[in-house]
């Protein structure tokens, strides 16, 4: 512990830390364009220049120089303040004064350091430089010349993203950052490098000339677009969210997201069911979907259920609904002698009955200490983009990677074993000495592991591997699940879980059928049954139903998610939904009215205690207790070639899916070269 | 600056280049240049291995050679790396050509020094003959390109044609010098003074004269 002395005050600067860290710690703000906590130090761009003694009698670059003992830093000479003057002059010499017509102003690093440390104006006389701008795909717009070469978007892609597509070409003054032959950034966490981007070069391409930031409305919020949970702000102006911007949590996001939570929120706006619609019995237009009023829906449903005798009622629920829907939809059912409840829209039967054995047990943050891991049947970057960069960090801190399924393109060094899921039942011996061998072995099982039978092979594994175990008095627990499905690990804790599946839901064969934004079930299977969709997008559901009840989306509604390690996390709303769409607790306790049950709770507080009470680990933010991790069982074994489930990972969900950007994403992105093929 | 910018990716562009590869000569040179770095860290390689590409394009095309974007990518391909570093690296250095250049690359120095001693006159005397900067002359013989300091400013004004340096220049002297090459003769490298050897001070030494024939101590006269 270097002790040294900043601006006369004496603290203790933990070991490797930089002069500039130290500052921190002192509480000093200390003004930096290229450096960023999460990437290398690049010390390239000198606007952190401090004083340090002992040392030549010039200013340093604080970032890039390591406290050491006895060092007595200055950050308020008239020498650091001339340093930063002159540098900032320099920066500004190229930089355009097109701070009005650019994105950036209002949180532009250069425009606030401009003002605290800058000299107020700038003698330069000479023409400034201008630089062609440069295609980056549809997420990322670029004014080069704007660009100060931090190489911050260079870093982050070169050791963040794993990709390395972005690079400074040319030297000097010509210095330009640019993708190979202008080709567009095609990774999952690509519009990162607008967060980083301390200036205006590198801006949002799909929110341009939308909105200034002092205009919005922050809400937190959490996204939904897979099973990570990360967290996010909600900017909003009105009734619209003009974008998602990621929090700083290091547990969970620390402070990425990928494309799709990001640039989703556009379909908030469209294909949205902003009124009921039930489809007409008899009559010229049989069959068809008609407007109609809550009231009428309401009677519908109720006569059919009614119909079809006592408790024959189901409900599924969709990949991104909150735990406050699902609570009053369970509530709801067991007041009409119900508990057909089931979340796993597209006929996965895995084992519920623990937590443990469905949760990513080594959390987020701990996979990255992990030593040796089996990845089964995931693939990463589209399931769980967040998870990959986590991965990778493992990687490179020497984590040897096995994974089981059909090869995709990793971003971290690793061994691909096979595609069929009965190899977890004849491992190679290499791998299996890897985990022997292991300090903090992990098992990842994705979905695609799921669907293949692998959950309970691989517990055995598991149990084999001693992946459970006490490492200096620290519990280390490394048997992993990726969920895609942002109401996975809520709707398994609220009982939406039947053992069958949604084969037993089938088989009750129910008069209605509630669905909670499910839009992946195959409603061929429920033609006897008045499907009831409660949701927010014309999407596969909504085609599919009887009755369409239009409900809030994660952005207009408070509401509890968990994510796939189990972390219990509440969303806030940002803005309301449109025209009559209601939050979805509202039409089922209007719905218990119509039925004329009682379901204990007239307002959101209420709603949230009473599925507090029901499952108190709902009520506590962070990590849900999980129970111990389940024995395997022997039979049946895993076997089959492993698929994934996501195809396009622009179009996971109905929002993307309704969400321009992603369309465009998808077609350039994922289908580019079709297109390019049909072109020729 | 001359445009560093590579040439555009055109079909044709591919349809040349597309299946370059080192012939045995240069895989040994790549194999030998590849052997100097230790295991895992072969992207150190990826200076000399531009090179040897350019030179190899060099010998294939009859010119200094330079460096088409397919062959970047095999080079890229060849260490294992992605394209992008080493479209840094290739932009970066100006020894690399971006574009074609013709059989003789005539860089002609024009930093202070050279500038000095008449380096206006030998970028006037190569455009008298033909030469454009930046381009290949219609005989595909010369390019013309104007460099930052090449180090000779002892024997400025200079140019450096391919790999060689041409140094005490005048107009006539280049004119020499690029006659001989435009037969396919191989002139005298290093300066062109009569009587000079390499840069020792033309006219003999003007100081630490008796140095010049035994060591001699100056410590009693200081």
Known sequence: MPKVTVDGQEIDAPEGATVLQACELAGKEIPRFCYHERLSIAGNCRMCLVEVKPGPPKPQASCALPATEGQEIRTDTPMVRAAREGVMEFLLINHPLDCPICDQGGECDLQDQSVAYGRGGSRYHENKRAVTEKYMGPLIKTIMTRCIHCTRCVRFSEEIAGVDEIGALYRGEDMQITTYLEQAAAHEMSANVIDLCPVGALTSRPYAYEARPWELKKTLSIDVSDAVGANIRLDS???????????????????WISDKARYQVDGLTRRRLDQVWVRAVGGPNAGKLQRASWEDAFDAIVKAAKQGGDGSIAAVAGDLVDCETMFAAKRLLAELGSDKLEGRQTGLDYDCSSLAGIAFNSTLAGIESADAILIVGSQVRHEAPLINVRLRKAAKRGAKIFLIGPEWDTTFACEFLGEDAGLLHDLPGHVADAFKDAARPAIIVGPGGLAANALHPALVLADEWNLVRDIDGEAWNGFNVIHTAAARMGAVMLGYAQKGGIKDVVDAAPAVLLSLGADAVDYGAFEKSLKVYIGHHGDAGAHAADIILPAASYAEKDGTYVNTEGRVQFAEKAVFAPGDAREDWTILRALADAFGVSVGFDSFAQLQSAMIEAVPALGEEGIAPLGKLPKGKKTPKAKGAIAYPIADFYLTNPIARASETMQRCSAELVHGDEILEAAE | MANRQPAPDTPELRERWGNFAFNA????????????????????????????????????????????????????????????????????????????????????????????????DIIAACKKRGMKKGEVSEDGLWTLTEVECMGNCATAPMVQINDDNYEDLTPERLDAVLDALAKGEQPKTGTQEPGRHTSEPSGGPTTLKEMVSENHDYRGEW
């Open chain 1, 237 to 255: 102006r009105g009734r619209e969210v003009m974008r998602a911007l990621p929090r700083i949590n290091d547990d969970v996001n620390e402070e």
């Open chain 2, 25 to 120: 000569d240069y895989e040994a040179k790549a194999q030998k240049a590849l052997a100097r770095y230790p295991e895992g860290r072969k992207k150190s390689a990826v200076m000399p291995l531009l090179d040897l590409a350019q030179r190899q394009v060099g010998e294939e095309t009859d010119t200094q050679g330079w460096l088409p974007l397919p062959v970047i990518e095999y080079v890229a391909n060849y260490l294992d790396m992605p394209v992008i570093r080493v479209l840094e690296v290739a932009t970066f250095y100006f020894m690399y050509n971006m574009t074609p250049v013709g059989k003789y690359h005539v860089q002609v120095c024009g930093t202070t020094p050279c500038m000095l001693r008449g380096s206006d």
